[in-house]
């Protein structure tokens, strides 16, 4: 019910954000609206910038959910520029130096991000040596490394899956799995890696098979999907080779997760309550704010086990998006040492 209460929430703010909308984009581009403006203009244009410059941008907050200063600022700066694109400037001109605020703030915070970008360049070397000495899984010390040397910004994190993904893809086949003892593979008795090959190959055989037929009548899409082609190959072998190099890691009575570039996890060992791996509760389907590590191929499979969290913990996905859980689910090459395991740090 708090789901569905929460969705419905979101859509009704979402409604609303359309309607006000709406009722500016009528009361400027309508005859009806023109005969409204012309009894008092100045009056309502000073209300239309209030619509699209701050209610606008809260309510487009308040569904998305974002309330950090950053995206604040963004959003009303947005808005600023959305007044000058709305409102026809022989209405607007008394105000317009207004407008110049937000352009000044996108400025400003493009201008930021490509200093933040300046510092990733200048620290990707030290970070790459860190990684080189780190005894983490990359796929943990890369991200972590960069987020302390440079910060965690959104574009940051987009760029770091990016470099990853290319390292992986292009850098890593001479790469070799050296299995410890606290280390544990979730891909070998599946057919994953077949899977990824299989998809590879029909992607590269539809390119080479539709691109010249599409490029003789569409040239710009066949090009559009050429590019779009070679990135999913590119993400695909990288995103293999990261499941096959990035095992599940124990190292400091913390436990490492992750399934390649798509999603990792780092848990604490002291914050696990309990491990489930009673087989007729697994075969039930998965609770909510679970988050699962399986390979899963063509056949339907269940986790050998549910780790049971004191607290919520943060998963990262691609692009460095997070979420909370409070269960992990788990399908392991050898459940029974990774069980033993987690028994001996708790």
């Not at 890369?142 to 899956?161: D, G, L, M, R």
């Not at 997070?322 to 708790?346: C, F, H, P, Q, W």
Request: with cysteine.
């Amino acid at each position: 019910m708090a789901i569905k209460s929460m969705l419905l929430k979101r859509q009704n703010i979402l409604a609303l954000l359309l309607l006000v909308l709406i009722a500016n984009m009528t009361l400027y581009y309508t005859s009806f609206g023109v005969r409204v403006l012309s009894e008092g203009p100045n009056g309502i244009v000073i209300g239309s910038m209030v619509d699209l410059a701050i209610v606008t941008p809260m309510l487009f907050l308040a569904w998305k959910q974002k309330w950090t200063v950053k995206h604040i600022v963004f959003a009303i700066a947005s808005g600023l520029i959305l007044v000058r694109f709305v409102i026809p400037m022989e209405y607007l001109a008394p105000y317009v130096a207004v407008t110049w605020i937000g352009f000044a703030l996108e400025g400003a915070i493009v201008l930021f991000e490509v200093f933040l970008l300046f510092l990733l360049v200048k620290h990707l070397p030290s970070a790459v040596r860190h990684v080189r000495n780190s005894s983490l899984p990359t796929i943990f010390s890369f991200p972590e490394v960069i987020e302390k040397q440079v910060a965690t910004n959104a574009i940051i994190k987009a760029i770091c899956t990016e470099i990853l993904m290319f390292y992986y893809a292009f850098g890593s086949w001479g790469k070799q799995l050296t299995e410890r003892d606290n280390t544990f593979t979730i891909h070998k008795n599946s057919s994953l890696i077949a899977l990824y090959m299989m998809a590879i190959h029909s992607i590269l055989l539809e390119t080479i098979a539709v691109h010249w037929w599409l490029h003789s009548k569409f040239p710009i899409v066949s090009i559009v999907l050429l590019i779009l082609n070679i990135y999913s190959v590119i993400f695909l072998l990288g995103n293999m080779q990261a499941i096959r190099l990035n095992p599940i890691h124990i190292s400091d009575g913390k436990l490492y997760f992750s399934f390649g570039l798509l999603k990792r996890m780092k848990v604490n060992i002291e914050d696990i309550a309990e491990v489930i791996d009673d087989p007729v509760l697994l075969q039930q389907k998965l609770p909510k704010n679970t988050i699962d590590f399986i390979a899963r191929d063509l056949e339907d499979v269940s986790p050998h086990m549910i780790v049971k969290l004191k607290r919520p913990v943060k998963a990262t996905f691609l692009m460095g998006i997070e979420k909370e859980y409070t269960s992990v689910a788990l399908r392991v090459d050898e459940e029974e040492r990774l069980k033993n395991m987690i028994g001996k740090y708790k």
